[in-house]
């Protein structure tokens, strides 16, 4: 069956310039989850979503990152005016539950210039 | 606070032998904790996971982890490494109590060699 699927893979954005990353989670999985990756380290929780609801948005690094799950499947990360240093690979993953394993997308590398 | 500890940064195992990768965590409540494994140019795999019960649990490909209350710790092990489980690893840990964040260790290079 189809897993979880991120758009774009790939990103160039000049600093100062507003990304929208795309998440399309396996279907029916409640849970929602995205994580930011820098390079030789483990991904980092940014914001947590249990349907259309945002439970957890403690990792979100500053008020230029937002989240949506507008109808409890796909889902949005926003970065507003792109700094140098939120150039990582951005993953999504999904997962039945909040206890479940979680299934990961092969997530967004953005690339800011 | 949470926190989840992989010790090495790269571990070398020869192929028939059995390997271990270590990972310890602390949190405040009782520990969720997962394995996953992330092979070249794909997406992080889950492995396994303890929540409750069993303190050894078994996952995908024969790997199998020791949960560990009192050093806080769930390695992962294998009695008989193969090629093709070279890949990064990552440890993972959520408290049970009061939170949906979960935190990944820095991950561990396993390298089994022929």
């Known amino acids: 069956g189809a897993g979880v699927s991120q758009s774009p893979r790939y990103k160039v954005a000049k600093r100062g310039q507003d990304v929208a990353l795309r998440c399309d989670p396996i279907?029916?999985?409640?849970?929602l989850f995205w994580y930011q990756q820098a390079l030789g380290q483990g991904p980092e929780f940014l914001t947590y979503?249990?349907?259309?609801?945002?439970?957890?948005k403690s990792g979100l690094p500053s008020d230029r990152f937002f989240a949506e799950r507008p109808e409890g499947s796909v889902s949005t990360l926003k970065i507003q005016r792109t700094q140098q240093e939120d150039s990582a690979v951005y993953l999504c993953a999904s997962s039945l539950s909040g206890v479940n394993e979680q299934y990961f997308g092969p997530g967004t590398r953005l690339t800011v210039t | 606070a949470q926190s989840v500890a992989q010790p090495e940064d790269q571990v070398n195992v020869a192929e028939g032998n059995p390997l271990t990768v270590k990972c310890t965590y602390s949190?405040?409540?009782?520990?969720?904790l997962f394995w996953y494994v992330q092979y070249p140019n794909r997406g992080l795999q889950f492995l396994l996971k303890?929540?409750?019960?069993?303190?050894l649990v078994k996952g995908s490909y024969g790997f199998e982890a020791e949960f560990n209350k009192s050093q806080t710790s769930f390695h992962l092990k294998k009695p008989s490494a193969l090629v093709s489980d070279s890949a990064l690893y990552f440890c993972a840990v959520r408290d049970a109590r009061g939170t949906y964040k979960y935190i990944f260790g820095t991950g561990t290079r396993l390298k089994v060699l022929a």
């Open positions: 949190v405040s409540g009782n520990p969720y």
């Open positions: 979503f249990q349907n259309e609801a945002q439970l957890d």
């Open positions: 303890y929540i409750t019960g069993d303190n």
């Open positions: 279907s029916g999985h409640v849970s």
